[in-house]
């Protein structure tokens, strides 16, 4: 009993001291995304430091001369329905720039977890169901996503663009994009759930930031959908604005429960249907529990903090 209590003892000192380490690093490299990180929680500094950012700025336009891959758009209609809802559902990639994507992740080394010790190259679908790493929950293609010129493309899309100046309220910088797999492969344990995204909890990455999603393979409620609490980017509970991103530790029922569970929206869709998000709400990647899913991701923010997630360590 006592070397349990030692143990248990041992683990909150360590977690504590590599917390106020990760600050220390923090406030050192970046004094400006210290104090996002710390303030950025609370709804009303949001609101009050979205006030002071926002600026005039001309949004780039749709037009013959500069045509969206995503055709036209009511871009006004879209920001208005994710200042509402948190979400919009209802973008499309045309067939080629899906096949031009799924091509490249098949053509490319991907990392199993995220962990760049661990490269791996997916040929497609059948290789994931008779040829999966062990304990391959995701696999990321991180920073090799760069090498997709379509992917490049889409990242300076008037479209995508205008969409995002137009939420945001100030010109978009580009803070990262993802294109990676989620496989029916159960979690152990909460960690591995929180690690692959895979639990509910609300992102930090800017006072006002804005997330892009693709489905690159079909999505059903089989292949792990996309999840989100409609609404919940607002009036969240003071506790869960105190503790940010922690909100990962609290059971998804718990949530739900509080959030309401008619909130609650699953994402489902054919390859190249996409949605955009503010993820300041309650989200999560649903596990895949018969099918894999291919997913692009492209995120815009107000400020350019660098790699912000190896920063804050998280």
Known sequence: ????????????WYKLANYFLR???????DPRLFLMGK??????VRDWAAMLLKHPTQSPEISQEHPSILGELDVCAIASTIERDSCYQGLQLPEGVVQELVKFASSTVGYINRDTQRPWRCTGTEQVRVDLPKNARVCSYMSNGKLSSTLK??????GILAVAAKFLGAEPVHLGSEISWSFPVPAENHVQQRQAAQVFHYDLDDYRFIKFFFYLTDVDMSSGPHTYVSGSHKGKKLLHQVIGTRCADIDDE???ELYGEQNVVNICGKAGFGFVENPLCFHRGTQPTEKPRLMLQIEYTVNDYGNIHEALGY
């Open 254 to 256: 718990k949530l739900v």
């Open 1 to 12: 009993m006592n070397n349990i209590l030692i143990q248990k003892s041992e683990k909150f």
């Open 23 to 29: 600050n220390y690093r923090c406030l050192i490299q």
């Open 39 to 44: 303030f950025a929680r609370f709804e009303i």
């Open 153 to 158: 493309k889409l990242e300076k899309d008037p």
